[in-house]
């Protein structure tokens, strides 16, 4: 092929090459900004909007042509324009070209692609104006690329559409999707032409996390829409801070420029049919709020999705009717509830519910943060009332077992509640429970140890309704139960198991197993009474529990009252009732070995014990001692009856080693001084199941002054003798009756069984002679029973009672006597006495009469005798070298059956009569037998101690008148 050829033809291969390298290059190379202002005019005028361009301007023809222009404004920027238009400000603004009119010259667009765009609608919408289609948008397409829409004051991002719309007379159509706080949709909208109501329908599907709802009606010529809704999808809980589940809605929607109602909404959620309506409020802030009615919710998953929820997209709120609702297990009837919940904020107000039992309970509150995380919070205001309290409790789950089946029936009362992460406080609480006013606060704090504090303020408490029957405190004590707790306690009045207590103060914590009392103090029968001390479990596994600074304290200005909580019966009439008392005790050490320190003062009586108590045993062993400046006084103020003058004055003191078991104890080793008395020894008592208590033991005495027998038509207090048995021994160095010389070495067996006490081997000396006996008193007779066996041998005889008749002033007396007494008071033991007596004097002197003179008087003249005789039986003394008496008693009464006095061998006197014991009355009469002539004698009559002397001389005076004077001499 030849050159030219050739040439001509590789210019006609290279000639479309250089025109698309002329086609793709030129206009990039050309510069299109200095036609920036023409490019907008024209753009202008195609859209129907102002246009302006403030980026760089490019038009690239291949592959297809296409204007790009960057810094696009379109319409006016916030708001619109005077015309209510939208106004639009993109990163990019891209025109596809029609290629044939290009080449014309002339700019068709074909495609408008905003790229990077802000845009504005106004709102709210209208029908005309705002939505009719631009011309722009006629006959092509418009797209929207990685934008964001603000209608009115909501925003749309990440907002990628197309817009299409065919003729002038087509519906505008819009697809796309955004994203709109943090949730992904999709949207599909039809808007219809306006027609000749100026009405432009309107149909919007929006989908988003499985869920879809659909819009249906018309733009409205004054603002806003009227249509249906409906929707449903698989997830509720991706939509709403609510449960999981299915869900289905339909109802009525209406559009304003600030609020979305869906209204007359029918509803099923996850299986459960609803009737409610929503609002979206768009101004001042977004808020979406929903109402629904339905007969039966559970509430759980609603709990549970408010609390483990992010944050909502928007505000959201929810009121809830509901005839019944389920919460953990428990019914709720007529519930009513409203929450709301923006960003992390969730809020409760008119929540009312009637708990199982007929409880009404309201509520409302407010929380800071979500509920599972660290910093959130719950602060809830709670009303109660009801009637059957206890059935609502029970139904919630409290252990009630341990209480009073009559407590907690009817109550009201309001709380204030903050639930935090780590804690659930009770900062306010007042209420009025089966009439008793209570009021306080408490708190509980979470965590591997819970603990609880809690203050509680009662008007009146009884403790025995709020505790068990049969409360082990040292078990409740000593346990470790995994928590810990505080507890202040205060009533004005308590009472617990009989016990009533004013202005009761329990301060007191449980930490770890300890049990601290910081101070437990109360007003009980007129007496303050304070405790505090420390109960801690032992440092090795099997070591007792340790008390630390224990200490009693009880204080009273009168004892009287506190003597119904000792044991026994006691007097109260007695005057030491009426002295202050003060107690106090200290304790400190293990249970089973602790040091116990106490003192008690009574008046002027002061007892105080030292030792060691084996409180787990229990057992103690010690000292004690008891001290008053006055035996004679302490027994008389103690006993209510006059002063034991027999025990002689001075002070009081015991001292003694003791040791207590639940066995019984011993008293070893103990000394007491009592007046003249001095006393000491060894005592044991045992205690033995179902059998009386025994005591033994040994007394020994230095001085050991003896009572007066009681007398009167008082009853004897015998019944002491029944509770006890004994076996005990007595020696004492001195002994000091009553109307008796002092007794030497005087031993004795003192036993008491079955409310029978046997005196026994009583031995004595008296005077130079030995005195021994035995005696019995039987209590379990009726009427009690008293016998008595006494030996004398060789008693030396003193000067008798001066106002006694006669006398034995000296000598030594020998003699058994065997008593026998039946009665209740010592009158009537005195009025049934029988028995017998026989008696003996030897080398003695009566005192009182001459016998001897009185027989000599006898044999004197007619002159002198009378006078004689009446001399010797008024005074004198006869020296007998023995005398003998027997007499029997019978009710009471001394009879005398054979009486006589002897000098030598020769009977001087017989005597004969009674003697009233009883009643303290003697008739007793003195015989002598002269040498010649009738007996002739003394009687004594009247009250033993005053006594009537009668001379009883008239037959031997008689006698002696009678006989014949002998002849006188010359």
């Given at each position: 092929m030849s050159w030219p050829r050739r040439i001509a033809l590789g210019l006609l291969v290279a000639l479309p090459v250089l025109l698309v390298a002329a086609l793709w290059f030129g206009p990039r190379l050309t510069d299109w900004n200095t036609h920036r202002d023409r490019l907008a005019i024209l753009a202008a005028g195609r859209l129907g909007q102002p246009v302006m361009l403030t980026g760089p301007v490019k038009l690239a023809l291949l592959p297809q042509p296409m204007l790009e222009a960057g810094g696009v404004i379109i319409g006016e920027l916030q708001g619109g324009g005077p015309d209510g238009s939208l106004s639009i400000q993109a990163r990019a603004l891209r025109l596809r070209l029609d290629l044939g009119a290009l080449l014309r010259l002339q700019l068709e667009p074909r495609e408008v692609v905003l790229v990077g765009a802000e845009i504005r609608l106004p709102w709210p919408p209208t029908s005309g104006q705002s939505f009719r289609p631009p011309p722009w948008l006629t006959g092509l397409r418009g797209r929207i690329e990685n934008s964001r829409i603000t209608i009115g004051n909501v925003p749309l991002e990440n907002v990628t559409a197309e817009l299409a719309a065919g003729s002038a007379t087509d519906a505008l159509r819009i697809d796309g999707r955004f994203r709109w706080r943090n949730l992904d949709a999709t949207f599909n909208t039809i808007l219809g032409r306006p027609g000749w109501d100026d009405a432009a329908p309107l149909d919007l599907t929006v989908a988003a996390a499985k869920a879809s709802l659909s819009a249906s009606g018309v733009l409205l010529p004054e603002g806003g829409f009227e249509?249906?809704?409906?929707?449903?999808?698989?997830?509720?809980?991706?939509?709403?801070?609510?449960?999981?589940?299915?869900?289905?809605?339909?109802?009525?929607?209406?559009a304003s420029a600030d609020l979305l109602t869906a209204s007359e909404l029918t509803m099923d959620l996850a299986g459960s049919p609803a009737r409610g309506a929503a609002t979206l409020r768009l101004a001042p802030v977004p808020r979406l709020d929903l109402a629904l009615i339905t007969g039966r919710v559970a509430l759980d998953p609603w709990v549970a999705a408010l609390r483990n929820a992010s944050a909502p997209s928007l505000p959201f709120g929810v009121d809830l009717s509901a005839e019944a609702a389920t919460l953990r297990g428990i019914t709720l009837r007529r519930l009513r509830a409203a929450a709301f919940v923006e960003g992390e904020r969730l809020t409760l107000s008119d929540v009312s519910a009637i708990l199982p039992g007929d409880t009404e309970i309201e509520m409302s509150g407010v929380t800071s943060g979500r509920l599972r995380e660290a910093g959130s919070k719950l602060e809830a205001a709670i009303r109660f009332r009801g009637s059957a309290l206890r059935a609502t409790l029970l139904a919630l789950g409290a252990r009630l077992e341990a209480t009073d089946p009559t407590l907690?029936?009817?109550?009201?009362?309001?709380?204030?509640?903050?639930?935090?992460?780590?804690?659930?406080?009770?900062?306010?609480?007042?209420?009025?429970?089966?009439?008793?006013?209570?009021?306080?606060?408490?708190?509980?704090?979470?965590?591997?140890?819970?603990?609880?504090?809690?203050?509680?303020?009662?008007?009146?408490?009884?403790?025995?309704?709020?505790?068990?029957?049969?409360?082990?405190?040292?078990?409740?004590?000593?346990r470790n139960p995994g928590w810990d707790a505080n507890l202040r306690l205060n009533a004005e009045r308590a009472s617990w198991r009989d016990l009533a207590m004013e202005r009761l103060s329990v301060d007191a914590a449980m930490e770890a197993g300890r049990l601290t009392a910081r101070r437990v103090a109360a007003r009980i029968a007129g007496a303050e009474v304070a405790l505090s001390g420390m109960l801690a479990?032992?440092?090795?596994?099997?070591?007792?529990?340790?008390?630390?600074?224990?200490?009693?304290?009880?204080?009273?200005?009168?004892?009287?009252?506190?003597?119904?909580?000792?044991?026994?019966?006691?007097?109260?009439?007695?005057?030491?009732?009426?002295?202050?008392?003060?107690?106090?005790?200290?304790?400190?050490?293990?249970?089973?070995?602790?040091?116990?320190?106490?003192?008690?003062?009574?008046?002027?009586?002061?007892?105080?014990?030292?030792?060691?108590?084996?409180?787990?045993?229990?057992?103690?062993?010690?000292?004690?001692?008891?001290?008053?400046?006055?035996?004679?006084?302490?027994?008389?103020?103690?006993?209510?009856?006059?002063?034991?003058?027999?025990?002689?004055?001075?002070?009081?003191?015991?001292?003694?080693?003791?040791?207590?078991?639940?066995?019984?104890?011993?008293?070893?080793?103990?000394?007491l001084v009592a007046g003249e008395m001095r006393l000491g020894g060894q005592l044991g008592l045992a205690l033995a199941p179902a059998a009386r208590p025994r005591?033994?033991?040994?007394?020994?005495?230095?001085?050991?002054?003896?009572?007066?027998?009681?007398?009167?038509?008082?009853?004897?207090?015998?019944?002491?003798?029944?509770?006890?048995?004994?076996?005990?021994?007595?020696?004492?160095?001195?002994?000091?009756?009553?109307?008796?010389?002092?007794?030497?070495?005087?031993?004795?067996?003192?036993?008491?069984?079955?409310?029978?006490?046997?005196?026994?081997?009583?031995?004595?000396?008296?005077?130079?002679?030995?005195?021994?006996?035995?005696?019995?008193?039987?209590?379990?007779?009726?009427?009690?029973?008293?016998?008595?066996?006494?030996?004398?041998?060789?008693?030396?005889?003193?000067?008798?009672?001066?106002?006694?008749?006669?006398?034995?002033?000296?000598?030594?007396?020998?003699?058994?006597?065997?008593?026998?007494?039946?009665?209740?008071?010592?009158?009537?033991?005195?009025?049934?006495?029988?028995?017998?007596?026989?008696?003996?004097?030897?080398?003695?002197?009566?005192?009182?009469?001459?016998?001897?003179?009185?027989?000599?008087?006898?044999?004197?003249?007619?002159?002198?005798a009378e006078a004689a005789l009446r001399a010797a039986l008024a005074e004198g003394s006869t020296v007998f070298d023995r005398m003998e008496a027997v007499a029997r008693l019978r009710a009471g009464r001394a009879v005398i059956e054979q009486a006589g006095l002897s000098l030598g061998e020769q009977a001087v006197a017989s005597a004969g009569g009674e003697?009233?014991?009883?009643?303290?009355?003697?008739?007793l009469s003195l015989r002598l037998a002269p040498p010649e002539g009738p007996e002739l004698g003394l009687r004594m009559t009247g009250p033993l101690r005053q006594s009537r002397r009668l001379l009883d001389i008239a037959d031997w005076l008689r006698w002696r008148a009678e006989q014949p004077r002998p002849a006188t001499a010359p």
């Open positions: 249509g249906t809704i409906q929707g449903g999808g698989n997830d509720l809980a991706a939509l709403v801070p609510g449960p999981g589940g299915a869900f289905r809605l339909r109802g009525a929607l209406s907690l029936r009817q109550g009201e009362g309001r709380m204030r509640l903050v639930l935090e992460e780590a804690q659930a406080a009770m900062p306010e609480f007042t209420a009025t429970v089966d009439g008793a006013r209570i009021s306080g606060a408490g708190v509980l704090r979470f965590g591997a140890r819970p603990a609880l504090g809690l203050g509680l303020t009662f008007d009146r408490l009884d403790l025995d309704s709020w505790l068990p029957q049969h409360l082990d405190l040292m078990a409740m004590a000593t479990p032992g440092s090795a596994a099997n070591a007792p529990p340790r008390l630390t600074d224990m200490a009693l304290e009880v204080t009273a200005p009168v004892a009287r009252p506190l003597l119904a909580f000792l044991p026994g019966t006691w007097d109260e009439t007695a005057p030491i009732t009426t002295q202050p008392l003060a107690l106090r005790l200290s304790a400190n050490g293990a249970l089973n070995a602790l040091a116990l320190r106490g003192g008690l003062d009574l008046g002027e009586a002061r007892l105080e014990a030292n030792g060691t108590l084996d409180a787990m045993a229990p057992r103690y062993a010690g000292i004690l001692t008891l001290r008053h400046p006055g035996a004679q006084r302490l027994l008389a103020e103690g006993l209510g009856s006059k002063p034991p003058l027999w025990l002689g004055e001075g002070s009081l003191s015991l001292i003694a080693t003791l040791n207590a078991a639940r066995s019984g104890g011993q008293m070893e080793n103990f000394d005591l033994t033991g040994r007394l020994q005495a230095e001085r050991l002054p003896l009572p007066t027998p009681a007398g009167g038509e008082e009853p004897l207090v015998l019944w002491p003798l029944g509770l006890v048995d004994a076996d005990l021994t007595l020696q004492a160095a001195r002994a000091m009756p009553p109307w008796l010389p002092p007794l030497e070495q005087l031993s004795a067996g003192l036993r008491l069984n079955g409310g029978i006490l046997q005196l026994d081997q009583l031995q004595a000396l008296l005077r130079g002679g030995k005195l021994e006996g035995a005696a019995v008193v039987d209590t379990t007779a009726s009427p009690p029973a008293m016998t008595a066996e006494l030996r004398l041998n060789g008693i030396g005889l003193d000067a008798s009672p001066p106002d006694w008749p006669l006398s034995l002033t000296a000598g030594q007396l020998d003699g058994e006597l065997s008593l026998r007494a039946a009665g209740h008071s010592p009158a009537a033991l005195l009025t049934g006495l029988d028995g017998t007596a026989r008696l003996g004097a030897r080398g003695g002197i009566l005192a009182g009469a001459d016998l001897n003179a009185a027989l000599r008087a006898t044999t004197q003249p007619d002159a002198g003697v009233d014991l009883a009643h303290g009355g003697i008739d």
